[in-house]
C-alpha cells in the first residue's frame, strides 16, 4: 500500500479504493437476481445468530431448539462453538450450519465508494445512498456545495427496533451544520474500531492510542469531539492488543485480553 512520494490523501483515496472494490457491474447483477438466489461470502463470526438442523446435532441433545449464536471459533480445529437458545453448547464445521441474516441485501453487495455515491447522485443516475462516513465527509460535503442534499431522518421507533436486532449500532445525531440541511438530522451510527495483528509490537500499540487519545485537540476532523475512552475500553467481542490494555490501564480502565 505505501509508495514514494505518496500523500496522506493519496494513500487514504488509496486504501478506500482497495477496500471498496466491488465493481459497479457486480451490484447491477445481483440486483437482477432472485432474492433467493442471493449469498453472504463473508464469514460467521461471534454473535451470529444461527439455525443448526436436527440432522446435525448429536444423540445427547434431547431439546427442541434449532438457532443460537456463534459464541467462539477455534482457528486450529476450524470449528464453530455454537450456543443454542436453551444453553446447550456444540461444535460445528462452518458447513453444518446457516447463519440467520435479516438483511435486505448482504453487506458485501453494498461496498461502494463515497465519492462513486456522490457522483452518482449528482448525475442523477441513483436518487439516494447510504453513506457509513464520519459525518461531515469530504464527498458529501462537495455534493451539498451544489446540490440540495436530503438526510433521511430516523424516529426512534424504528431505531430501536433496529439496536434490539443488531445492537453494534447507536443512535447518531448529524448536525444541521454538516452539510447545511434545515434541521439536526437523527439516524443512526456504527463505531470504528481498530484491528492489529498478534505480531505488531506494544510499544507501536500503545504509541498509536497515546498519539491520538493525548492529542484530541489537534486532530483535523469534526468526529475528534466523540473521542471517548470509556467507549473506546468498552469493547467485548475480540480482546485488546497487550499494546492497547497497557494504556487504557494506565487511564484507570481494564480491558480484556488474551
Given at each position: 500500500?505505501?509508495?514514494?512520494?505518496?500523500?496522506?490523501?493519496?494513500?487514504?483515496?488509496?486504501?478506500?479504493?482497495?477496500?471498496?472494490?466491488?465493481?459497479?457491474?457486480?451490484?447491477?447483477?445481483?440486483?437482477?437476481?432472485?432474492?433467493?438466489?442471493?449469498?453472504?461470502?463473508?464469514?460467521?463470526?461471534?454473535?451470529?445468530?444461527?439455525?443448526?438442523?436436527?440432522?446435525?446435532?448429536?444423540?445427547?441433545?434431547?431439546?427442541?431448539?434449532?438457532?443460537?449464536?456463534?459464541?467462539?471459533?477455534?482457528?486450529?480445529?476450524?470449528?464453530?462453538?455454537?450456543?443454542?437458545?436453551?444453553?446447550?453448547?456444540?461444535?460445528?464445521?462452518?458447513?453444518?450450519?446457516?447463519?440467520?441474516?435479516?438483511?435486505?441485501?448482504?453487506?458485501?453487495?453494498?461496498?461502494?465508494?463515497?465519492?462513486?455515491?456522490?457522483?452518482?447522485?449528482?448525475?442523477?443516475?441513483?436518487?439516494?445512498?447510504?453513506?457509513?462516513?464520519?459525518?461531515?465527509?469530504?464527498a458529501i460535503t462537495s455534493l451539498a456545495a451544489s446540490r440540495d442534499v436530503y438526510l433521511v431522518?430516523?424516529?426512534?421507533?424504528?431505531?430501536?427496533?433496529?439496536?434490539?436486532?443488531?445492537?453494534?449500532?447507536?443512535?447518531?445525531?448529524?448536525?444541521?451544520?454538516?452539510?447545511?440541511?434545515?434541521?439536526?438530522?437523527?439516524?443512526?451510527?456504527?463505531?470504528?474500531?481498530?484491528?492489529?495483528?498478534?505480531?505488531?509490537?506494544?510499544?507501536?500499540?500503545?504509541?498509536?492510542?497515546?498519539?491520538?487519545?493525548?492529542?484530541?485537540?489537534?486532530?483535523?476532523?469534526?468526529?475528534?469531539?466523540?473521542?471517548?475512552?470509556?467507549?473506546?475500553?468498552?469493547?467485548?467481542?475480540?480482546?485488546?492488543?497487550?499494546?492497547?490494555?497497557?494504556?487504557?490501564?494506565e487511564k484507570g480502565l481494564t480491558v480484556p485480553t488474551k
Open positions: 500500500m505505501r509508495r514514494e512520494g505518496m500523500t496522506v490523501r493519496e494513500a487514504a483515496e488509496m486504501w478506500v479504493r482497495e477496500f471498496n472494490a466491488i465493481p459497479q457491474s457486480m451490484i447491477d447483477k445481483l440486483m437482477k437476481l432472485d432474492f433467493e438466489d442471493w449469498h453472504e461470502v463473508t464469514t460467521p463470526s461471534y454473535g451470529c445468530r444461527v439455525y443448526v438442523p436436527s440432522s446435525i446435532l448429536p444423540d445427547s441433545y434431547n431439546g427442541e431448539e434449532d438457532e443460537g449464536e456463534v459464541i467462539s471459533y477455534d482457528e486450529e480445529s476450524e470449528l464453530y462453538c455454537i450456543e443454542l437458545d436453551d444453553g446447550f453448547k456444540v461444535s460445528l464445521e462452518e458447513g453444518d450450519f446457516e447463519v440467520v441474516r435479516d438483511d435486505s441485501l448482504p453487506m458485501w453487495g453494498t461496498m461502494w465508494s463515497f465519492g462513486d455515491s456522490a457522483d452518482a447522485l449528482m448525475d442523477g443516475k441513483i436518487d439516494a445512498a447510504f453513506v457509513v462516513a464520519g459525518a461531515p465527509t469530504t431522518q430516523l424516529d426512534d421507533e424504528h431505531i430501536d427496533k433496529l439496536i434490539a436486532s443488531s445492537p453494534y449500532y447507536s443512535k447518531n445525531v448529524i448536525s444541521k451544520d454538516a452539510y447545511n440541511t434545515p434541521e439536526d438530522v437523527t439516524t443512526v451510527a456504527v463505531g470504528a474500531v481498530v484491528i492489529a495483528r498478534n505480531d505488531v509490537s506494544d510499544a507501536d500499540v500503545y504509541n498509536f492510542l497515546y498519539g491520538v487519545f493525548e492529542n484530541i485537540d489537534t486532530l483535523g476532523h469534526d468526529k475528534k469531539a466523540e473521542l471517548d475512552l470509556d467507549f473506546a475500553a468498552s469493547i467485548t467481542a475480540v480482546p485488546y492488543h497487550p499494546g492497547a490494555a497497557k494504556y487504557f490501564t
